[in-house]
């Protein structure tokens, strides 16, 4: 009896911890030490393409997933902090704080867990002519281990920050200003240097949305579903999936229910979902795209508009690495694109498709050139990646190897993705070849090869 009573608390401690919208990781306890500080922070400006969320956290005994976010936000909650730990002083120099990712997350192994922060920030100073210049940008990681590492994602984030905060404070600041491009006052405020276009979608301007079904994302965003009086929508109810708030629809007809499938989504009249692994997901509205939480699958890019490639190892990796969690996930209202959170650090621009290269440690050490439409790109040593992004939507992009007869690789990329392509030549005496793998693989060796 005391058995199951224990087990029936920890797994209740675990479903309070499931029932948590989100974690708030807060600054307030931290400090930050610079010593004989010659800049004050003026403002923070937040410049993320995904503001919602700074990742996720791992809560209860099941190490449950639940999405965070920095106490007060970046812009405010960070902002105050860093006004607080460097304020103005007689003679220090005003600069503006720029974030472009900050990102938190953790990862469980057999006996322990670990906490990871990611913070790329970058320091702007504005000049008596009135135009602002980056004096330095910092890209800074820490890690931190543990039994429980939850705890700890403030001190990863200010330990970023203090190396960033003090590197800046001894660098000479005039050689960097001399050769800094200026920018304008909104050039320095938005993502790319100037302010997004509104989207008028329907879906987003529209001040009622009918009731009805999508059958394709178009009939989305154009807000023009087909009615359906006799749709029927019941919450999901499932030991086994405890979390996620996913509903199952039908439609009615005079032999009985049949499962709503073969369509985008659908409206009940207030809520709008999304249908993904044969079970529907509300949509939340975040700035100017549509955001839903769900459980990974073997293809997080399932709902994408276009193919998925890989082959069956693809599968089978991403299968193996992606199942079973919650995951958070943005709909691109531009393309239709559905990105996982835990990908924005390399997704490229709408306008843009990313491409990266690269090549493992082990087999021949002697370095290889990589050919980008037969003009010389870069030539990779081993454990080593370099970036293209790509821009022309109607011409095939093409890696080849310099002076090998066969290891070309062409391809026209998939725009506001990241496709990675590794050379592969981790044997002595292997023939170097241009290879697509999985976004996951490709991911996991770049990250640890920017870790270095």
């Known amino acids: 009896m005391k058995l199951r009573t224990l087990l029936f608390l920890l797994f209740a401690v675990s479903g309070a911890y499931a029932q948590t919208p989100i974690y708030q990781v807060s600054l307030q306890e931290q400090k930050l030490v610079v010593a004989n500080p010659t800049f004050h922070i003026a403002e923070v400006l937040d410049l993320r393409p995904q503001q919602q969320t700074i990742g996720w956290v791992q809560r209860g005994m099941g190490n449950i997933r639940v999405p965070a976010n920095l106490s007060g936000g970046v812009r405010e909650g960070l902002g105050g902090w860093m006004q607080v730990q460097l304020p103005a002083r007689p003679g220090s120099r005003p600069v503006l704080m720029r974030v472009h990712a900050l990102r938190i997350g953790e990862h469980t192994k057999a006996t322990s867990e670990k906490a990871t922060a990611d913070v790329d920030i970058d320091f702007v100073y504005q000049q008596p002519d009135g135009n602002y210049y980056v004096v330095q940008r910092y890209i800074e990681q820490e890690e931190s281990k543990g039994l429980e590492t939850t705890g700890r994602h403030d001190d990863n984030i200010v330990a970023c920050l203090q190396r960033a905060c003090t590197q800046l404070n001894v660098l000479d600041w005039a050689p960097r200003l001399s050769l800094a491009a200026p920018l304008t006052s909104e050039q320095v405020r938005y993502r790319g240097g100037r302010k997004p276009a ?17 059958h394709t994302f178009l009939d989305f965003r154009n807000n023009k579903p087909t009615e359906a009086a006799n749709l029927v929508v019941e919450k999901t109810t499932s030991a086994n999936r405890p979390v ?12 009985g229910r049949e499962p709503l499938r073969d369509v985008w989504g659908f409206s009940d009249g207030e ?60 709909l691109d209202m531009a ?23 690269y090549r493992r440690p082990g087999g021949s050490k002697a370095p290889l050139t990589v050919l980008l439409n037969g003009q010389e790109l870069k030539t990779l040593p081993t454990n080593d990646f370099v970036l293209i992004p790509w821009t022309d939507k109607t011409r095939e992009l093409n890696l080849c190897l310099q002076n090998a007869e066969s290891g070309c690789y062409s391809f026209i990329p998939m725009f506001g993705t990241t496709t990675y392509v590794e050379l592969k030549a981790r044997a002595e005496g292997d023939t170097p070849a241009l290879e697509y793998v999985p976004v ?13």
């Open 198 to 214: 509104a989207y008028d979608y329907p879906i987003l301007t529209a001040a009622a949305r009918p009731r009805g079904v999508y």
């Open 244 to 255: 996620a708030d996913e509903v199952e629809a039908y439609l009615t007809t005079a032999t």
């Open 271 to 330: 809520q709008l979902y999304v249908l993904r692994q044969k079970r529907f997901y509300p949509l939340k509205r975040a700035g100017n795209d549509f955001t839903y939480v769900s459980w990974a699958a073997a293809d997080p890019g399932a709902m994408s508009t276009a193919a998925v490639v890989g082959g069956l190892a693809g599968a089978a990796i991403a299968a193996a690495t992606t199942q079973g969690n919650q995951q958070e996930y943005t």
């Open 335 to 357: 393309t239709g694109r559905v990105a996982d959170f835990d990908y924005f650090d390399l997704l490229a621009q709408r306008d843009t498709a990313l491409v990266v290269v």
């Open 440 to 452: 996951k693989e490709g991911e996991y060796y770049v990250k640890k090869m920017r870790r270095r």
